[in-house]
């Protein structure tokens, strides 16, 4: 009896022990794994972000023309969403109309965020008629300058970086965190842009070596107005304003010339500038079906 039980003891120390060893090597095993699996990222994940890291200290004032249509609520719905993640912004809304519309009042009053909410005509001698090509006017021109002059007007306001966004674009939360880094001028690729897969600078060590765009070669900055944001105190110091008698395409290159911007003058977010963080998606313009009219529903849900 004895010689058993010291046999059973020893055979319930040798399992006790391989199971350690066996927990031993899993715990190994998954920290190894985890080592290799998580790579750095610079900045953070932006829903990984602290609070601090997110809001940042460098205020961001973000403007957007608008115009009525049927997908304005649609558009300005999902651009909203975008910046209800975001803290220390101001949104300069500018709607293009002779007052201001409740629709938009009251979208901005539910979002919470912080805003200005702006108006000014565009005058009928700029606008887009029936049967033009789109590229034909530029649009938001009358908004944007509306919203550079409140900006101008407020000495008071503390210095940040000024992005102009179009209300049915899409945009990475991450840009903004980069954008919050900008001293003079901040630029970026923007996918879907200039017909291409997307419109950008080439870079190299972090400086502009060059441009890729397939439309508009011979532009000094060949590119999008969502690839770029630029510092308030720039905008300040050399009052340009968005111009009429830009030619076609080339209303982003004339205002920042008109700042007084070099290549050497801009900043890429990262050294390749490959990284796509926002994109010049467009809403497809709804039309109602042309015998709605003649139409009865019958029964609802």
Same mark, same amino acid.
């Given at each position: 009896?004895?010689?058993?039980?010291?046999?059973?003891?020893?055979?319930?120390?040798?399992?006790?022990?391989?199971?350690?060893?066996?927990?031993?090597?899993?715990?190994?095993?998954?920290?190894?794994?985890?080592?290799?699996?998580?790579?750095?990222? +610079?900045?953070?994940?932006? %829903?990984?972000?602290? /609070?601090?890291? *997110? @809001? $940042?200290?460098?205020?961001?004032? &973000?403007? =957007?023309?608008?115009?009525?249509?049927?997908?304005?609520?649609?558009?300005?719905?999902?651009?909203?969403?975008?910046?209800?993640?975001?803290?220390?912004?101001?949104?300069?809304?500018?709607?293009?109309? +002779?007052?201001?519309?409740? %629709?938009?009042?009251? /979208?901005?009053? *539910? @979002? $919470?965020?912080?805003?200005?909410? &702006?108006? =000014?005509?565009?005058?009928?001698?700029?606008?887009?008629?029936?049967?033009?090509?789109?590229?034909?006017?530029?649009?938001?021109?009358?908004?944007?300058?509306?919203?550079?002059?409140?900006?101008?007007?407020?000495?008071?306001?503390?210095?940040?970086?000024?992005?102009?966004?179009?209300?049915?674009?899409?945009?990475?939360?991450?840009?903004?965190?980069?954008?919050?880094?900008?001293?003079?001028?901040?630029?970026?690729?923007?996918?879907?842009?200039?017909?291409?897969?997307?419109?950008?600078?080439?870079?190299?060590?972090?400086?502009?070596?060059?441009?890729?765009?397939?439309?508009?070669?011979?532009?000094?900055?060949?590119?999008?107005?969502?690839?770029?944001?630029?510092?308030?105190?720039?905008?300040?110091?050399?009052?340009?304003?968005?111009?009429?008698?830009?030619?076609?395409?080339?209303?982003?290159?004339?205002?920042?010339?008109?700042?007084?911007?070099?290549?050497?003058?801009?900043?890429?977010?990262?050294?390749?500038?490959?990284?796509?963080?926002?994109?010049?998606?467009?809403?497809?313009?709804?039309?109602?079906?042309?015998?709605?009219?003649?139409?009865?529903?019958?029964?609802?849900?």
């Amino acid at each position: 009896m004895r010689s058993r039980y010291f046999r059973t003891t020893s055979l319930l120390k040798v399992l006790i022990v391989c199971l350690v060893l066996l927990l031993i090597i899993t715990f190994l095993l998954n920290q190894q794994q985890q080592q290799h699996s998580i790579a750095p990222v +610079s900045p953070c994940l932006y %829903l990984s972000c602290s /609070l601090s890291e *997110r @809001s $940042g200290n460098t205020p961001l004032y &973000l403007i =957007t023309p608008t115009y009525t249509r049927l997908t304005q609520k649609a558009d300005l719905t999902r651009l909203s969403h975008t910046l209800m993640h975001l803290q220390n912004i101001l949104w300069i809304l500018v709607e293009d109309r +002779s007052s201001k519309s409740e %629709l938009v009042s009251n /979208l901005l009053s *539910r @979002s $919470g965020i912080r805003h200005v909410h &702006l108006n =000014t005509d565009t005058p009928d001698v700029f606008r887009l008629h029936p049967g033009q090509k789109k590229y034909v006017q530029h649009r938001g021109v009358e908004q944007r300058n509306l919203a550079l002059d409140w900006l101008r007007a407020r000495p008071s306001l503390p210095h940040g970086v000024v992005y102009f966004m179009d209300d049915d674009n899409t945009y990475d939360l991450e840009l903004f965190l980069h954008m919050r880094k900008v001293k003079k001028v901040g630029i970026w690729p923007v996918g879907l842009s200039g017909g291409n897969d997307y419109e950008g600078p080439i870079c190299k060590d972090g400086r502009v070596t060059g441009w890729y765009t397939i439309w508009g070669r011979k532009r000094v900055f060949p590119m999008d107005m969502s690839g770029f944001a630029v510092h308030l105190q720039k905008l300040i110091d050399r009052p340009a304003s968005w111009n009429r008698k830009s030619k076609v395409g080339n209303l982003e290159s004339d205002f920042l010339i008109g700042l007084g911007i070099e290549t050497e003058d801009l900043e890429p977010i990262d050294d390749t500038c490959n990284r796509v963080l926002v994109w010049h998606t467009q809403t497809v313009k709804f039309e109602y079906l042309k015998d709605r009219m003649n139409k009865i529903v019958v029964q609802g849900l």
